[in-house]
Antibody, heavy 121, light 109 residues
Framework: QVQLQESGPGLVKPSETLSLTCAVSGYSISSGYYWGWIRQPPGKGLEWIGSIYHSGSTYYNPSLKSRVTISVDTSKNQFSLKLSSVTAADTAVYYC??????????????WGQGTLVTVSS | SYVLTQPPSVSVAPGQTARITCGGNNIGSKSVHWYQQKPGQAPVLVVYDDSDRPSGIPERFSGSNSGNTATLTISRVEAGDEADYYCQVWDSSSDHFWVFGGGTKLTVL
């Protein structure tokens, strides 16, 4: 069974960088899927942030691209998110997930439980 | 960029049929996925590739997609179906990324 677990600070100051890590268990991160991040501001809808392949190939939401970096560590079977210059608008529950299969549009089929990140001084 | 439009809310009585629409330009040419999200929980995939169901999802959940509208249909609605529902497509036009609809709150009366 594929399991994903987000970790990282729950509180980030404005203008600083938000950093989260997703640990994957039950499946090798090097086995054909992209791995992604999705966020959800309180009371609002889902927003896809971006995803990464084990080779390091990435896709980002154009609206966030200038501030987002997603990286992968295959030796630890985990991937990470960095979002720079955060503001209150970046306050959200952040989910990591198993994204689409390479070169397809297969759905996001496994999700982490989500972690709330609040941007506040 | 590609936009998906969902009604903010749909209400239905128990035992009736709920239809949740997802509008997009020529969406019929894309594969549409649908997710159910209950309060405080991560989304769960209920329909993929327009009309297929993942293992464990009741047959009451079905989907269709044609022209400019995709539809999630929930038959014989139960109280436990009350949730937010999101449609999703992969936009491969210029930038390549996932697009979500704004979500529809299904209320079981």
């Amino acid at each position: 069974q594929v399991q994903l677990q987000e970790s990282g600070p729950g509180l980030v100051k404005p203008s600083e960088t938000l950093s989260l890590t997703c640990a994957v268990s039950g499946y090798s991160i090097s086995s054909g899927y992209y791995w992604g991040w999705i966020r959800q501001p309180p009371g609002k809808g889902l927003e896809w942030i971006g995803s990464i392949y084990h080779s390091g190939s990435t896709y980002y939401n154009p609206s966030l691209k200038s501030r987002v970096t997603i990286s992968v560590d295959t030796s630890k079977n985990q991937f990470s998110l960095k979002l720079s210059s955060v503001t209150a608008a970046d306050t959200a529950v952040y989910y990591c997930a198993r994204d689409r299969y390479v070169d397809t549009a297969t759905p996001i089929d496994y999700w982490g439980q989500g972690t709330l990140v609040t941007v506040s001084s | 960029s590609y936009v998906l439009t969902q009604p903010p809310s749909v209400s239905v009585a128990p035992g009736q049929t709920a239809r949740i629409t997802c509008g997009g330009n020529n969406i019929g040419s894309k594969s549409v996925h649908w997710y159910q999200q209950k309060p405080g929980q991560a989304p769960v995939l209920v329909v993929y590739d327009d009309s297929d169901r993942p293992s464990g999802i009741p047959e009451r959940f079905s989907g269709s997609n044609s022209g400019n509208t995709a539809t999630l249909t929930i038959s014989r609605v139960e109280a436990g179906d009350e949730a937010d529902y999101y449609c999703q497509v992969w936009d491969s036009s210029s930038d390549h990324f996932w697009v979500f609809g704004g979500g529809t709150k299904l209320t079981v009366l």
